[in-house]
């Protein structure tokens, strides 16, 4: 299994835990976690993960806007974002994936099959 | 004989029976002449043998006897034809013109003015000569003949009939078989003796039907005080001042209807007229060219024009003539068009009006045609503010929206928390520990799908969301939808079976998915331990039918059609158990009604059958799944 190393980025320290304690115990994963768009920005930049969970609302810079300033960056523009949003409103969805989200999955997740989904939407062989 | 011919004896048989009498006298002193005359000659008259007599008067003298008698009629006949059709003619003076004359028709009709009618008519009618005349009535309302006007007695004006009138049976007779009756003498009058009519010192009668076309609503009666047969002459101008009296009262009683109904048609007007000042919705009258004819003060004030100022303009250009960004709207496009041109009732709460400032209103208006002669003359268009529904929708739009983040959050901390430790993560619970935690963890992703289906719902419902349609097998979705469904029928001990024929429609599989989804796992549900789901199609000229066949305990019929409600689920099933969200059928029908089709249930006694029927298009593929 492959150690991989991801960011999650969402305000709510709750759903933080739950999804390291999914991918870090199920997938075997290193997590690093972010509470605002701003911090995931300067994580990802600093610790280049393989990919990065993000939350779709957020206070202040929401995930749309943290996915464009990760585009922006040229240190940050090559990783994988993925999102896991509340919002399934197929609108909101659209928007996500033309700003160039590579999947999005709903909440809640289930914390036992997190790592295989995330795996298999990025084309990860696990 | 009728009781007509026997009250009227006729005149000729009087003038024959006179002639004859005449004619036989005249005969017997010929006779007594000839025989004389024979018996001065020396021969023996016949006198003594009366059968050598009779043979003699029966071949010789009778021929000769009755063409004299048949001359004297001719000539008694003639004398009679003349005397009625020149002296008759002659004695209808210038006062029975003159009677007729007044029953004429008076310009103001009221009630009095048709008593005025009514005792111009008595009156004329004694200008037969008749010693006085009245006229009977049949008042609806009583039930009764009624003594409606008379020159005899002013008091029983309007009393029961019976009171002058010479008798019950003879107006009834008229009215009846609408026919006149005359009674020269009411002592061998056929309707028996009539003490009313003696006792006013009346002798003879003569009554003529009032006729309203074919119904005799009455008599005219006129009425001698010596015994009279009112002559063919007298009946007729009789009739006349009859049929005056009819058309004058029908006149009457038409202005008196027409007068009724306009004012009517006044009250209703005042009452609509108030109805239009008075209600907040925007009412206009437009002419066939689509021009204000009428503004109600509510569409004045919401378009912040005066009524002068829309009147004679054109509706479409003055308040309709840009589309919400503000981009011209041609009048072509507008859709009361279609009121105009077809009839058909318009309603949109789509659009916008165009307030005097400048400023859009949100409006929901309509438009409905206005007919003459089968073609359309013009519309009412009527609308009103809709800007506060609109803000509301907004409102719960925006709700929705925040409930199903706020919702999902702490609900994907719970489940995420649950499904953690009941995976195991942390080692191994005890046994009952393990199975509180698979309970939350259960109703936990039970809550997660009812959030998730009421906003499917509502989404759907506010058509919010659009059908991803592309063309795919409808039995391909079947096959899926079965093999989703397998570890759950599985674990039932329930068999699933396929029975499709390929048919490629334009359908959101995902959606169609879902469906099928839903009806195979209610199936699971209610079937029996052993059972077998059939999922079988079945394809018509117009529709593709998709029916879940199960061998459950079936539906009460009662239920049938309530099972698509929302948070409908038949009774006695154990919903936490099935977890259910009820409102699976719901989102179902909604699916299947946004594709355009439709979706039932059926069950008899024991099973349940629920069908999908799409439509679809003529020309598609068929085949063997």
Request: aromatic fraction near 4%; charged fraction near 25%; glycine fraction near 8%.
């Amino acid at each position: 299994m492959n150690r991989h190393r991801v960011l999650i980025v969402d305000d709510e320290s709750d759903i933080r835990s739950i999804a390291r304690l999914a991918l870090e115990r199920v997938g075997g994963w290193q997590v690093f976690t972010a509470a605002s768009g701003l911090e995931g920005v300067e994580i990802a930049v600093r610790e280049q993960p393989e990919a990065i969970l993000l939350d779709g609302a957020m206070p202040g810079m929401d995930g749309l806007a943290t996915l464009r300033e990760l585009r922006e960056r040229e240190e940050t523009r090559h990783i994988p974002v993925v999102f896991i949003t509340a919002s399934v409103q197929a609108a909101q969805q659209r928007v996500f994936r033309s700003a160039g989200a590579r999947a999005i999955l709903a909440k809640p997740f289930d914390p036992m099959t997190l790592a295989a989904e995330v795996a298999a939407a990025l084309g990860w062989k696990e | 004989m009728s009781r007509r011919q026997a009250s009227r004896p006729p005149p000729l048989r009087q003038y024959l029976l006179a002639n004859a009498i005449l004619g036989v006298i005249a005969y017997v002193a010929i006779r007594a002449i000839y025989d004389a005359e024979l018996e001065r000659a020396g021969r023996i008259p016949l006198r003594d043998d009366p059968l050598e007599w009779l043979m003699e008067t029966v071949t010789i003298h009778l021929p000769g006897l009755l063409v004299w008698l048949a001359a004297l009629g001719t000539a008694a006949w003639s004398l009679h034809r003349i005397q009625n059709n020149v002296a008759g003619r002659l004695a209808l003076d210038a006062g029975r013109q003159a009677a007729l004359a007044r029953v004429a028709l008076t310009a103001d009709l009221t009630d009095d003015a048709q008593r005025d009618i009514l005792d111009r008519s008595v009156e004329a009618a004694t200008g037969l000569p008749a010693d006085g005349a009245s006229i009977v009535l049949w008042d609806a309302r009583r039930g009764e003949f009624l003594l409606s006007a008379s020159t005899v007695t002013a008091q029983a004006r309007g009393g029961p009939a019976h009171r002058a009138r010479p008798d019950d049976g003879a107006t009834r007779w008229i009215v009846d078989h609408r026919e006149p009756i005359v009674v020269a003498d009411v002592a061998r009058d056929p309707f028996g003796p009539n003490a009313m009519l003696t006792d006013d010192g009346f002798r003879a009668y003569a009554g003529v039907p009032v006729l309203f076309g074919d119904e005799a609503i009455g008599v005219l009666y006129a009425l001698h005080r010596r015994p009279t047969a009112i002559d063919e002459q007298g009946l007729a101008f009789l009739r006349e001042i009859a049929r005056r009296t009819a058309v004058a009262i029908s006149r009457d009683r038409l202005l008196a209807d027409l007068r009724a109904a306009n004012r009517q048609l006044e009250e209703l007007g005042g009452r609509l007229g108030s109805i239009l000042r008075s209600t907040s919705e925007g009412v206009c009258g437009l002419d066939h060219a689509g021009r204000f004819t009428f503004v109600n003060p509510a569409a004045a004030r919401l378009l912040g024009f005066s009524e002068q100022e829309l009147i004679g303009r054109h509706a479409h250009s003055t308040v309709h003539g840009r589309r919400r960004d503000g981009s011209p709207y041609p009048a072509a496009d507008c859709p009361m068009r279609t009121t105009f041109e077809t009839g058909e009732h318009v309603v949109r709460d789509d659009e916008v009006l165009w307030h005097k400032d400048g400023r859009p209103i949100e409006v929901e208006w309509s438009a409905t045609a206005i007919f003459d002669a089968g073609a359309v003359a013009g519309a009412v268009l009527s609308f009103r503010d809709i800007a506060e529904r609109k803000a509301v929708e907004r409102m719960k739009d925006e709700f929705v929206s925040v409930a199903s983040h706020e919702l999902r959050t702490p609900l994907t901390s719970i489940r995420g928390a649950l499904g953690l430790i009941a995976g195991g993560v942390f080692g191994t619970l005890p046994a009952e520990a393990d199975e509180l935690v698979r309970t939350a963890l259960r109703n936990a992703e039970r809550l997660g799908r009812l959030v998730n289906d009421l906003l499917d719902l509502d989404r759907m419902r506010s058509g919010a969301t659009e059908l991803q349609r592309q063309e795919v097998d409808i039995a391909g979705i079947a096959r899926q939808a079965v093999e989703v469904m397998r570890p759950m029928a599985d674990a039932a001990g329930v068999g699933l079976e396929l029975e499709m024929t390929s048919c490629v429609l334009p359908l959101d599989a995902d959606r169609m998915l879902q469906t099928l989804t839903n009806l195979v796992s209610n199936a699971i549900k209610f079937s029996p331990a052993g059972g077998t789901i059939t999922i079988r199609s079945e394809r018509s000229e117009s529709e593709v039918r998709v029916s879940v066949i199960d061998q459950g305990r079936g539906i009460p019929a009662e239920q049938l059609g309530l099972i698509f409600e929302r948070f409908h689920q038949v009774r006695a099933a154990d919903s936490s158990r099935s977890g259910g969200t009820g409102l699976g059928l719901a989102i179902s029908r909604e699916i299947v009604a946004q594709h355009g089709g439709r979706i039932w249930a059926e069950s008899e006694g024991r099973g349940s059958t629920f069908t999908i029927a799409l439509p679809c298009p003529a020309a598609t593929n068929g085949g063997a799944a």
